[in-house]
């Protein structure tokens, strides 16, 4: 079945320390995005992509950054920049077409947390 | 102020319907949706709506859309214990990202 892996499931960071959460996708799907959730704040969005080699800001993209070198990956580094990194994150894709109503296709998840 | 708004906890009786609400400020509105998301897990499409329509019914969800308030509501009929989980409202304009509400928590008991 086609869908979206994200890992770890959780994860631990230690100060200081940059750590990259994995989010692949074989939907064929040509945009991917990363969520940051919060308790009772909904889902804000850190980045996303329309295309393979680019790749937008989203609200709350300080402290974080991506890379999207093939359609099927959009791995998320969070950096020792973010200073209030525990949350869950969640990453989802669409297929592309931004102009029409197809929804997102999120994972799992992975939790992060600080050491 | 949010662009989606949703009350942040709902308690009901198993068996009886819920009724979740959701206000949205954007008129251009093309497409509103709602997930579901369990403990631990990631959001699950549930239906979604155009904004040319004014209802939509899937089995136990119907969902109903007033354009002229900006109010959206997703029915659950027969709510189940199965049915306890955070529910998201979200709003797609055109071609842009979709906006998501802050999520209310159904509490199902017996």
């Known amino acids: 079945d086609g869908g979206i892996t994200q890992s770890p499931k959780y994860l631990f960071r230690k100060e200081g320390q940059n750590v990259t959460l994995s989010c692949e996708q074989n939907?064929?799907?040509?945009?991917m995005y990363w969520y940051r959730q919060d308790p009772g704040q909904g889902l804000r969005l850190i980045y996303y992509?329309?295309?393979?080699?680019?790749?937008q800001k989203g609200d709350i993209a300080e402290g974080y950054s991506v890379s999207r070198e093939k359609k099927e990956s959009f791995p998320l580094t969070v950096t020792s920049a973010q200073k209030n990194p525990t949350a869950f994150y969640l990453c989802?894709?669409?297929?592309?077409?931004?102009?029409?109503?197809?929804?997102?296709?999120f994972g799992d998840g992975t939790r992060l947390s600080i050491l | 102020g949010e662009d989606v708004e949703q009350s942040l906890f709902l308690s009901v009786r198993e068996g009886d319907s819920s009724v979740i609400n959701c206000t949205y400020t954007?008129?251009?509105?093309?497409?509103l949706y709602w997930y579901k998301q369990e403990p631990g897990a990631g959001l699950q499409l549930l239906t979604y709506?155009?904004?040319?329509?004014d209802m939509k019914q899937d089995q136990r969800l119907t969902v109903l859309l007033n354009k002229k308030d900006k109010h959206l509501s997703l029915r659950i009929a027969d709510t189940q214990t199965g049915d306890s989980a955070i529910y998201f409202c979200?709003?797609?304009?055109?071609?842009?990202?979709?906006?998501f509400g802050r999520g209310t928590s159904l509490i199902v008991h017996p």
């Open positions: 979200a709003e797609k304009v055109g071609s842009y990202i979709p906006t």
């Open positions: 954007d008129s251009s509105s093309t497409y």
């Open positions: 989802a894709s669409t297929p592309g077409n931004r102009g029409g109503g197809q929804p997102q296709h």
């Open positions: 939907l064929n799907h040509d945009a």
């Open positions: 709506i155009f904004s040319n329509m």
């Open positions: 992509s329309q295309i393979v080699n680019d790749f």
